[in-house]
């Protein structure tokens, strides 16, 4: 009988452990969200409590398998993009739509910082109809916080369709190259323009405020 019921439990513990990566699958969430530099925006967001990992690629336009230099030169409707996946558990959604929302300038639908061109343009990409709900609030929170209307916004919220993954050398550019991205990003302005936009909230995810920020001393 004792045989018997260790056998049992070494038979419940094996299940137990073959069932765990398809709990912790179930548990992972994604977000597909273009601000810009797809560099900075990894960098940004991958330091966030709850996110699992985030890669750099493309979205938004119809051409397949993109490459870089088809994206960069227009005409494409790629935008660089990044893939964040998260534990819900542990990240929510909205919050890190917080932190996207104030590592981005929401203002310019042209570009970001130094980088123009539609392929640098602003965009939520929404999975589902929950996703959507959500960004729009994200917006109309993000207006209020800048003291805006939400028409002067220009980030773009449109349906996900294919996340195309960039190629090996842009991923984790800024661990991996950090005196390259450090001066780009300076040289860029975008933490500057943060600052001015976003006050004391500039590149956090904390709880949206009714009216502008104090600018940082």
């Not at 790629?78 to 919050?95: G, K």
């Not at 929302?101 to 602003?122: H, K, M, T, V």
């Not at 220009?154 to 005196?179: C, K, M, S």
């Not at 390259?180 to 904390?206: E, F, P």
């Amino acid at each position: 009988m004792v045989g018997c019921i260790s056998r049992a439990g070494v038979l419940v513990a094996v299940l137990l452990l073959l069932a765990l990566p398809a709990v912790a699958a179930a548990a992972t969430d994604q977000a597909v969200l273009a601000g810009g530099c797809f560099w900075c925006l990894e960098h940004d967001l991958e330091k966030l409590p709850g996110v699992i990992a985030v890669e750099s690629g493309y979205s938004g336009g119809r051409l397949a398998k993109p490459t870089y230099r088809q994206v960069s030169a227009g005409g494409t409707g790629h935008q660089e993009s990044v893939r964040v996946r998260f534990d819900p558990q542990r990240l929510s959604y909205p919050v890190l739509l917080r932190s996207y929302w104030r590592n981005i300038d929401p203002l310019d639908g042209r570009g970001q910082f130094c980088d123009r061109g539609d392929s640098y343009r602003p965009v939520i990409f929404v999975a589902d109809a929950t996703q959507r709900q959500q960004a729009m609030a994200s917006l109309a929170s993000a207006a209020r916080e800048l003291g805006r209307p939400a028409s002067d916004l220009r980030v773009g919220i449109q349906p996900l369709d294919t996340f195309w993954i960039a190629e090996d050398y842009h991923q984790n550019y800024a661990r991996r190259e950090p005196i390259k991205y450090g001066y780009y990003r300076w040289a860029c302005g975008r933490d500057r323009r943060l600052d001015a936009l976003w006050g004391a909230q500039a590149r956090t995810g904390k709880p949206w405020q009714s009216g502008p920020n104090p600018k940082k001393s």
